[in-house]
């Protein structure tokens, strides 16, 4: 098992950032899928999740929201973070299969330990697919929690 840490709205400072890499693998997508209820569960098969999110000009880009917010529970501010808001562009459709980092960087300070974050997000070959800024409140007090591995999760009918 490994230790999550997180970094206190104190510690943090403007120009900080962190990074966040995951691929988007076929069971990744079902599971999100799933979660979110974007499909009949009667009829749920690979293809019927990949059909209920893609778009043409975003691809699966709808997941990255998701991802971006993995990223600040997990890396900065990391655990006892609080996102409240964020605004993206999507500039490049996101496939399965790709791999993508979330680089997440403090661009301002606010009052009530808000933090403004720009947030980019890359894929394997380095193109830029997705942007934005996010408010998070970050934590105040030290939280470490030990994070393992994700259980298995089997979908059935």
């Known amino acids: ?6 970094i206190t709205y104190d510690e943090l400072h403007v120009d900080d950032y962190a990074t966040f ?5 076929e069971e990744a997508l079902v599971l ?20 209920a999110i893609y778009n043409d000009e975003i691809g699966y880009g709808i997941w990255v929201k998701d991802l ?4 600040f529970s997990k890396v900065i501010p990391g655990p006892g973070s609080i996102y409240l808001e964020q605004e993206l562009a999507f500039k490049k459709p996101v496939e399965l299969h790709d791999t993508l980092t979330v680089k997440l960087t403090v661009i301002d300070k606010l009052k009530g330990n808000l933090t403004l974050f720009q947030c980019e997000v890359t894929n394997q070959n380095a193109d830029f697919v997705v942007g934005g800024e996010a408010k ?3 934590p105040t007090e030290k939280i470490s929690v030990n994070h393992g591995s994700i259980p ?6």
């Open 152 to 157: 298995r999760v089997n979908i059935s009918k």
């Open 21 to 25: 890499t995951k691929s988007l693998s």
């Open 32 to 51: 999100y899928v799933a979660s979110t209820e974007e499909t009949n569960i009667q009829n749920f098969s690979v293809e019927s999740a990949r059909k």
């Open 68 to 71: 971006i917010s993995t990223a």
């Open 136 to 138: 998070v409140i970050a």
């Open 1 to 6: 098992m490994t230790a999550l840490e997180n």
